[in-house]
């Protein structure tokens, strides 16, 4: 919205601001940042009156949750998206496709997860909505969103995969590309839904990686910057840096109050729509390659539940003492802050890689 402004701006003024990117990313940075610290303690004493018992905790789950995370509401997401929401609405360009692309897929993954929370904290009984529904609305949302991104691409690169490293190498998947585009999105949300299982663990490698993503969403969508890295030029993509820095803003209000001890947790609400997010800007820049590396403890997270599933299901063992990951090293006597900060460095250490992929060719 406030883009329009710089229709106000001859050239040399303060209006004319408004025109660059990197400006109204830092703007909606810090409104997201300010949406937060200002709702924040309101919509949590509101989840607390609306959720007498807070989130269910499961009871197959480490045995410290049921004491140290009883009576915690859930829902927190909604604080996330409402920042986030508002921040790129305002600050980015409403006529750009792919803010409306992630908007989409943001929303639409954060009302499966309100469903799912709604359902648990009206119950009280950890079994929302079934995976069944969930994944199939997912898949619904991720086939919209990845056709639409597809319609939007250029046609060199319309239902293309980029490979990282290789200069120039596209590969061509034809309509193969639809449901490889909704598996890294319906993949990403899982996996950082799976990631959200301790205070503060998930919020912070999802705002390592957007930023990451963004970083990259800005040099692809710029002539200059592609054109001397040597990848794929999208463009338009260079306005989804605004969506991302709203992301780390609204993600810093959260985590204000997610820090250990949390007194509200996200929830499905915002872990599925994060994880979306982050699916569908990958989508969008043709990095669906590098959201694995950027965002690989969300994929060895989820990797750790197929494995220890699939294990057991075939020899009545585990390879982990429990699933995710995370849950491993709760039972070998890690304390939680020690899981969550290492897991935070792992993260930017994998973003550094990530980023790293745009120079190595």
Same mark, same amino acid.
Request: hydrophobic letters at 50%; zero cysteines; a positive charge.
């Given at each position: 919205?406030?883009?329009?402004? $710089?229709?106000?701006?001859?050239?040399g003024?303060?209006f004319?601001?408004? @025109?660059?990117?990197t400006? @109204?990313?830092?703007?909606?940075?810090?409104t997201a940042?300010?949406?937060?610290?200002?709702?924040?303690?309101?919509?949590?004493?509101?989840?607390?009156r @609306?959720? *007498?018992?807070?989130? #269910?905790?499961?009871?197959?789950?480490?045995?410290?949750?049921?004491?140290?995370?009883?009576?915690?509401?859930t829902?927190?997401?909604?604080?996330?998206?409402? $920042?986030l929401? &508002?921040?790129?609405l305002l600050?980015?360009?409403?006529?750009?496709?792919?803010?409306?692309?992630?908007l989409? /897929?943001?929303?639409?993954?954060? =009302?499966?997860?309100f $469903?799912?929370?709604?359902?648990?904290v009206?119950?009280?009984?950890v079994d929302g909505?079934? %995976?069944?529904v @969930?994944?199939?609305?997912?898949?619904?949302?991720?086939?919209?969103?990845?056709?639409? =991104?597809?319609q939007?691409h250029?046609d060199?690169l319309?239902?293309?995969?980029a490979? #990282? !490293?290789?200069?120039n190498?596209l590969?061509n998947?034809?309509?193969?590309?639809?449901?490889?585009a909704? !598996?890294?999105? !319906?993949?990403?949300?899982?996996?950082?839904?799976l990631?959200?299982?301790?205070?503060?663990?998930?919020?912070?490698? &999802?705002m390592?990686a957007?930023?990451t993503?963004g970083v990259?969403?800005y040099?692809?969508?710029?002539? &200059?910057?592609?054109?001397?890295?040597g990848?794929?030029?999208v463009p338009g993509?260079?306005?989804i840096?605004?969506?991302t820095? $709203?992301?780390i803003?609204? %993600?810093?209000g959260?985590?204000?109050?997610?820090a250990?001890?949390?007194a509200?947790?996200?929830?499905?609400?915002?872990?599925?729509?994060?994880?979306?997010a982050l699916? =569908? !800007?990958?989508? =969008?820049?043709?990095?669906?390659?590098?959201?694995?590396? /950027?965002?690989?403890?969300?994929?060895?997270?989820?990797?750790?539940v197929?494995?220890?599933v699939l294990?057991?299901?075939?020899?009545?063992?585990?390879?982990?003492?429990?699933?995710?990951?995370h849950h491993?090293?709760?039972?070998?006597?890690w *304390?939680?802050?020690?899981i969550?900060?290492?897991?935070?460095?792992?993260?930017?250490?994998?973003?550094l890689?990530?980023?790293?992929?745009?120079?190595?060719?």
């Amino acid at each position: 919205m406030f883009y329009w402004l $710089a229709g106000l701006s001859d050239g040399g003024d303060f209006f004319n601001l408004f @025109r660059y990117i990197t400006f @109204r990313a830092g703007g909606a940075f810090f409104t997201a940042l300010v949406f937060g610290f200002l709702f924040g303690r309101p919509l949590i004493n509101l989840l607390r009156r @609306r959720q *007498s018992n807070g989130q #269910p905790i499961r009871e197959d789950g480490p045995e410290s949750h049921l004491i140290t995370k009883a009576g915690t509401p859930t829902m927190g997401g909604v604080l996330i998206l409402g $920042a986030l929401v &508002v921040s790129t609405l305002l600050w980015a360009r409403l006529d750009n496709p792919y803010v409306w692309i992630i908007l989409f /897929v943001t929303v639409s993954f954060g =009302a499966i997860g309100f $469903a799912d929370d709604y359902k648990k904290v009206s119950k009280n009984n950890v079994d929302g909505v079934s %995976g069944r529904v @969930r994944m199939g609305l997912g898949l619904i949302v991720a086939l919209v969103a990845s056709y639409w =991104a597809a319609q939007v691409h250029p046609d060199g690169l319309r239902y293309q995969l980029a490979l #990282p !490293v290789f200069k120039n190498t596209l590969i061509n998947l034809g309509l193969l590309y639809l449901p490889f585009a909704m !598996v890294v999105i !319906v993949g990403a949300a899982n996996a950082v839904n799976l990631t959200d299982g301790l205070d503060g663990l998930a919020i912070m490698p &999802v705002m390592i990686a957007s930023g990451t993503l963004g970083v990259i969403s800005y040099f692809v969508g710029n002539t &200059v910057f592609s054109e001397y890295l040597g990848v794929h030029y999208v463009p338009g993509t260079g306005e989804i840096l605004i969506f991302t820095a $709203a992301l780390i803003g609204g %993600g810093l209000g959260f985590l204000w109050y997610n820090a250990p001890p949390a007194a509200v947790f996200m929830g499905d609400t915002g872990s599925l729509a994060l994880g979306g997010a982050l699916g =569908a !800007v990958a989508v =969008a820049t043709k990095h669906e390659i590098v959201l694995a590396i /950027v965002g690989g403890l969300f994929v060895v997270e989820a990797l750790s539940v197929i494995i220890q599933v699939l294990y057991f299901k075939r020899t009545g063992k585990r390879v982990f003492l429990m699933a995710p990951i995370h849950h491993h090293f709760e039972k070998k006597g890690w *304390s939680e802050p020690q899981i969550v900060i290492r897991f935070w460095i792992i993260s930017l250490i994998l973003a550094l890689i990530g980023l790293a992929t745009l120079k190595v060719r």
